[in-house]
Protein backbone atom coordinates (compact mmCIF):
# COMPACT_ATOMS: atom_id res chain seq x y z
CA UNK A 1 0.00 0.00 0.00
CA UNK A 2 1.52 3.67 -1.39
CA UNK A 3 0.31 6.50 0.39
CA UNK A 4 0.68 8.98 -2.38
CA UNK A 5 -0.71 6.66 -5.22
CA UNK A 6 -4.03 6.60 -2.78
CA UNK A 7 -4.04 10.18 -2.45
CA UNK A 8 -3.94 10.72 -6.42
CA UNK A 9 -7.07 8.73 -6.61
CA UNK A 10 -8.43 10.66 -3.83
CA UNK A 11 -7.69 14.05 -5.31
CA UNK A 12 -8.24 12.84 -9.35
CA UNK A 13 -11.26 10.31 -9.84
CA UNK A 14 -14.82 10.35 -7.98
CA UNK A 15 -16.65 7.22 -6.40
CA UNK A 16 -17.86 5.82 -9.25
CA UNK A 17 -15.31 5.94 -11.08
CA UNK A 18 -12.82 4.34 -8.22
CA UNK A 19 -15.69 1.34 -7.95
CA UNK A 20 -15.93 0.91 -11.91
CA UNK A 21 -12.03 0.32 -11.59
CA UNK A 22 -12.39 -1.97 -8.97
CA UNK A 23 -15.02 -4.08 -10.84
CA UNK A 24 -12.41 -4.22 -13.31
CA UNK A 25 -9.96 -4.97 -11.93
CA UNK A 26 -12.14 -8.03 -9.81
CA UNK A 27 -12.75 -8.76 -13.15
CA UNK A 28 -9.53 -9.25 -14.61
CA UNK A 29 -9.94 -6.35 -17.04
CA UNK A 30 -7.85 -3.03 -17.51
CA UNK A 31 -9.52 0.00 -15.93
CA UNK A 32 -10.77 3.51 -17.33
CA UNK A 33 -8.44 5.41 -15.01
CA UNK A 34 -4.64 4.55 -14.37
CA UNK A 35 -3.97 2.71 -11.29
CA UNK A 36 -0.45 2.46 -9.86
CA UNK A 37 0.61 -1.00 -8.30
CA UNK A 38 3.13 -3.55 -8.64
CA UNK A 39 0.49 -6.67 -8.77
CA UNK A 40 -3.51 -6.34 -8.92
CA UNK A 41 -3.79 -6.78 -5.66
CA UNK A 42 -2.28 -3.39 -4.79
CA UNK A 43 -4.17 -1.83 -7.80
CA UNK A 44 -7.25 -3.10 -5.95
CA UNK A 45 -5.82 -2.31 -2.48
CA UNK A 46 -5.51 1.45 -3.67
CA UNK A 47 -8.63 2.02 -5.36
CA UNK A 48 -10.30 0.01 -2.07
CA UNK A 49 -8.44 2.46 0.51
CA UNK A 50 -9.27 5.61 -2.40
CA UNK A 51 -12.87 4.34 -1.70
CA UNK A 52 -13.02 3.98 1.85
CA UNK A 53 -11.49 7.52 2.24
CA UNK A 54 -13.27 9.61 -0.12
CA UNK A 55 -16.34 7.83 1.71
CA UNK A 56 -15.02 9.24 5.16
CA UNK A 57 -14.42 12.43 4.03
CA UNK A 58 -18.15 12.63 2.29
CA UNK A 59 -19.99 11.76 5.03
CA UNK A 60 -17.84 12.75 8.41
CA UNK A 61 -16.81 16.11 6.87
CA UNK A 62 -13.11 15.62 7.29
CA UNK A 63 -9.91 15.92 5.62
CA UNK A 64 -7.67 13.06 3.73
CA UNK A 65 -5.01 12.99 6.20
CA UNK A 66 -8.01 12.59 9.01
CA UNK A 67 -9.82 9.59 6.99
CA UNK A 68 -6.15 8.45 5.83
CA UNK A 69 -5.72 7.82 9.46
CA UNK A 70 -9.38 6.13 10.24
CA UNK A 71 -8.24 3.53 6.91
CA UNK A 72 -4.92 3.07 8.43
CA UNK A 73 -6.10 2.03 11.60
CA UNK A 74 -8.93 -0.39 10.20
CA UNK A 75 -6.16 -2.45 8.11
CA UNK A 76 -4.15 -2.50 11.68
CA UNK A 77 -7.13 -4.19 13.65
CA UNK A 78 -7.94 -6.63 10.79
CA UNK A 79 -4.37 -7.88 10.69
CA UNK A 80 -3.74 -8.06 14.02
Known amino acids: MKIPVIKKLVESFNQEQLVAAEEAILNETSPEIE ?29 FTAALRLYTAKVRSSIS
Do not use: R
Open 35 to 63: VEGSDEGEKLTHVMAAQFILSEMASQGIE
